[in-house]
Structures are given as structure tokens and as C-alpha cells.
């Protein structure tokens, strides 16, 4: 026997028979807006008002403890609500035994909290333990927090809150037994800690931690650039935390990894469209998409010393790919056009341009073309035909003068001057033969001969191994010679004087004289005589 039931029976007094507090078993015979009637077994029926009764039916057996017996004559009381409630009290500490929930209807609200009906007895629901808003009239699941009697009545506490957290306890659980490494899930957030990353929450139940390094393959990994509080994002798992309390989870991974992309669609060679990021004094670094970046050496900028832009769009070539680094090298000028190549497809071979000289670096002159692209250079052989000693002889660093392009020597673009006109040793070759005599000013006298001029402009040589023991040459004088020797492709024409006075032996010596000055190309002699 309960608790409740011995102090219900020491309430009632005994009497003889049917007395208070006695539990009787009967059959319901009849049912009025008023009483339920029950057969018991005396003389006249009992009665249980009908209000404790949910759902009488006649025929149908009941049990209820006798309250009142006033006379042989009159219906004792009975009543069912002591029973149901001691039966109910009995289901409700089983439950709160076992920890499960109880499914009550919210009745009313009342000071402090709510009124339910469970099993019958009423419950009380504390505003703190509601968990959520609820509805009057509407069922609630609720976990027992306490059980007792006050005045021979129960009393029992119960909470909402408690039953949420253990469903959400048990969803957390088996979230975290289900969810593997890969899976994609859907979080709130509900924090952002712009130092570490950003806390999800997963149905409203599971942690996750998403830290700043797994926002994005590139460089932005600011929280707030990517979420904002109660905002919701789609994320995959990586992993479960030591605890395995919560999960770590990814954004970047919802996207495929660019390197491995770019490592599959592209290779040495290739030219892309990337960005300028970052300008360095050892080169610069340009996105090629998000979260994959190349590097472009100081030398591989430009052809020219021309300067990018942070965050200009620029078309480079590959140059490299290291996968243990997963770096990839650059080029941005390989991937144009070169400068030099691009003049000379706009001004062939033949062209004349103007420019203006520059600067003159000892027998060669460096000429601004314009176009700041590239430069353009004389050399002094393309200065005369004449053969110029200096090149300032010709130039003069800031004039302006007309060229005739050349070809490329090296990255510059090749130019003369002399071609503006036409070669003399084309009129030589036109106008004169071997045998041919002439008259001729002795210009200059070397070492190893004399250089007499024509009237083309160009110079002869009269070696000495061709000169007459007792002639003496004089600088300035015109002396009748014979040509000997005419090769204009050559730049190289050879007088004597001997075979003109139809001398005709020469001493070994003297041959092996004519064949070391006259074998020489004019051109070598020039140099010898220049001193280049």
C-alpha cells in the first residue's frame, strides 16, 4: 500500500459495510447529465458525479472509493477522480523512474507557470522550465521533475525545457554517430569571432566550428566577409573534435581545391588571365583565380622596364609548376609580344624612320625611336661610306636625323644612316676594271701603302710592294696608277704603279709583302688603320 492510499483510508472514518474510503467494483447502469450509476452491491446504487467521468458507458465496470454514506436509503457517493488520480500518480513515478517523458494538455496559465492535466492530476509547469512557447488547450511533453504530497494531495512539477534538451541531446548524438568526413551540412550562425572563424549550429542542435583558414583558398580570411549572425551556410565536415562534443567543418573544401584545377588544365607554356595582387621588389604576385596565385620575377615583368598596376588584369605564361611548393612561375612579357619584333613588322627591313639620338656610346650611337617601346643603334660602319673615325663626326647627342632600319642587333632595332644614300662601290663596279689607269690623290700614307680616293668617295690602296724604289709618295699629290685588283663586294680595290712603268719581276720578298697587304680586305686594313 502507497503512501497515498494509507493516508487516504486514516482520512475516512470506518463503518460498517460500505464506508468512507472503501474501494468498490461496479457496473455502470445507468448515466445522467448529473451522476454516473454504479452497482455495488447495496441496496441502492452508487453514485460518482459525472464530471469525473470522462466517458461513461453503461455496462462498462468501474472502481471508485466511497466518500460519503448518509443512510441505508440514500445513493453513497462515490468517487472516481481518488482512484484515476492514485493511478495516474502510480504511472507518473514509474516514469519519472524510468526518465521518460509524459505527453499532458496545457490546461491554463496561472501565476508562475502553466497548469497540466497528467493522467488525470495536476501538474505544474513553471514559466522557467517552458522551453518555448506554448499553447493553452494543445498537448505538451514534459519530463517529471517532482513528485510529492501536500495535504493529501499530489503534487508534481514538471519541465518542458528538460524534455527539449533531451531530444536535442539525443539528435546531437545522433548526428554525430551518422555525419563522416565529406558530408555537407547546413548551420546558423550563431557566433563570429573575427580572430578564429565562425560557429555554426547544425538543426538547432550540433556545434560546428568553421576556423578562419577554412573560409577560403585565398587570402581573405575575414569572418565577416563571409557571413554575418543567423545567417545560414552550407559547409562540408572534415572532422569531429577531440571531445567529439562538436564537428570542424570547411567552406573552402565546398569548392574544388584551384591547384589541383589548374594542375589539370594547364601546363608549361600556357598562357592565362590573371591579376595583379601584390607588387614586390623581387617581382610580383598575381591571382590567377581565387585562392590560387603565381609568382612573376622583377626580370619577367616587362620587355621594356615597363611598370604593372595593383589589380590589373595581365595575360602571363607559364614558366613553371612545382607541385612539392605548389608554386607556379610566371611570365608576364613572355606572354606579349616582343617589342622589337612588333617595330620591325611595322617598319621592315628598308624602312626610314626618324629619331633622335640619344647618347653616343664609343662606335656605336643609341637613337630614341619614340614609341618608348624600343631603342634603335648606328654603328659607325653605317654611318658613311667613307669610313668614319668617330662617330661624332656624324651625330651629335639631341638632333634629330633620318634612318634607314637596318634589322634587329639583339633587342635594339638595327639602322644606318649611309644606306639613305647609294653605295659608291656599286658605281665603282659600274664604272671601272682591272687595267683601268687613273689619276688619283694620294689621301693619307700608311706604313704599308697609300690610300688614294676616287671620285666615288671611297678609298683605294696602293701598297708599296707596287711603288718603285725611287718614287716618293706625298700626301695631297695626284699620281697615275693602274688597278690592279676590283672586288666591290668586298669593299677592296688595289692600284700599282710598277705595272703601269711595265715592271715586271719582283723580289720574293716584295711578293711576300704584296700577299700580306694585298690579300687584306679593305675592311681590315681600314681597321688596322683605325686603330679597331
Known sequence: ?????????????????????????????????RYVYVDVGYKVEGVIPREEVPEPREGEEIQAVVVKVSSRLEHPILSYRVIAQQKGLEKLRKLQAEGREVVGTLEKKTKGGFLIDLEGIKAFLPSSETGKKLSVGKPVRVKILEITLQRNRPKVIVSHRAYLEEEREKHKQELLKNLKKGDVVEGRVIKIDPSKGITLLIEGVLRAFLPREELSWGRDRNPYNYAEVDETLRVKVKKKSKGKDFLIVSLREMKENPWDRFTREHGLGDIIEARVLQITQKGV???????????????????????VKKGEAVRAKVLKIDPKRKRILLSI?????????????????????????????????????????????????????????????????????????LGLDGRNIKLGI??????????????YKVGDVLTLKVKEIMPFGAFLELPEGVEGLLPFSEVPKDVKLKEGEEIQVQIIDLNPKEGKVTFSLKALKGEEEKTEEKAEEEVSTVGFKLGDILRKKWKV
Open 1 to 33: 500500500m502507497d503512501e497515498f492510499e494509507k493516508l487516504l483510508k486514516e482520512a475516512l472514518p470506518k463503518e460498517e459495510g460500505l464506508r468512507k474510503g472503501k474501494v468498490v467494483t461496479g457496473k455502470i447502469i445507468k448515466v445522467n447529465d
Open 285 to 307: 604576385v598575381l591571382e590567377i583565380e581565387d585562392g590560387l596565385e603565381g609568382f612573376v620575377p622583377a626580370e619577367e615583368v616587362s620587355w621594356n622596364g615597363e611598370e
Open 333 to 405: 612579357k613572355q606572354a606579349q609580344p616582343k617589342p622589337w619584333e612588333e617595330f620591325l613588322k611595322e617598319h621592315p627591313q628598308g624602312s626610314r624612320i626618324k629619331g633622335k639620338v640619344e647618347k653616343i656610346e664609343g662606335s656605336k650611337a643609341f637613337i630614341d625611336l619614340g614609341d618608348g617601346r624600343v631603342k634603335g643603334v648606328v654603328h659607325r660602319s653605317d654611318l658613311s661610306w667613307t669610313k668614319p673615325k668617330r662617330v661624332e663626326e656624324f651625330l651629335r647627342e639631341g638632333e634629330e636625323r633620318e634612318f634607314v632600319v
Open 418 to 431: 649611309k644606306q639613305l644614300t647609294q653605295n659608291p662601290w656599286e658605281l665603282v663596279q659600274e664604272r
